[in-house]
């Protein structure tokens, strides 16, 4: 079971762009928002991870980065075994080293 001590807020940065990611634990997983500027809620995904298997839904789709959201989201709960609820807002499309560089931070922050 992943220890839970509580809010956390960290601002990464990542290609000279700043994004605030904060996490709320619960027992059965985490609601994950990754925001560039403003705090906003923006694309919602929600992942549950149970057995080694994943389900996924996208609950406010995005015209783009789909599967950076479906990959962070489903990599959370298999991590937690339990449900990751992931919302991402940010100002312009990452590449492919940002999503990967975002990931490492997002995945050390739920440790």
Do not use: C, H, W
């Not at 762009?17 to 995904?45: A, C, H, W, Y």
């Not at 492919?96 to 050390?108: P, Y």
């Amino acid at each position: 079971m992943v220890s839970k001590v509580g809010y956390r807020k960290q601002t990464v940065n990542v290609d000279n762009r700043d994004f605030l990611v904060q996490m709320v634990p619960f027992t059965n997983g985490n609601f994950i928002s990754v925001t560039e500027g403003n705090e906003k809620i923006g694309t919602l995904v929600v992942s549950i991870g149970s057995g080694g298997r994943t389900s996924t839904a996208t609950v406010i789709p995005s015209k783009s980065e789909t599967i950076f959201l479906k990959m962070v989201a489903e990599r959370v709960a298999t991590t937690v075994n339990g449900i990751s609820i992931f919302s991402l807002n940010i100002q312009k499309e990452l590449d492919l080293e940002s999503m990967k560089a975002l990931m490492n931070e997002i995945m050390e922050i739920i440790k």
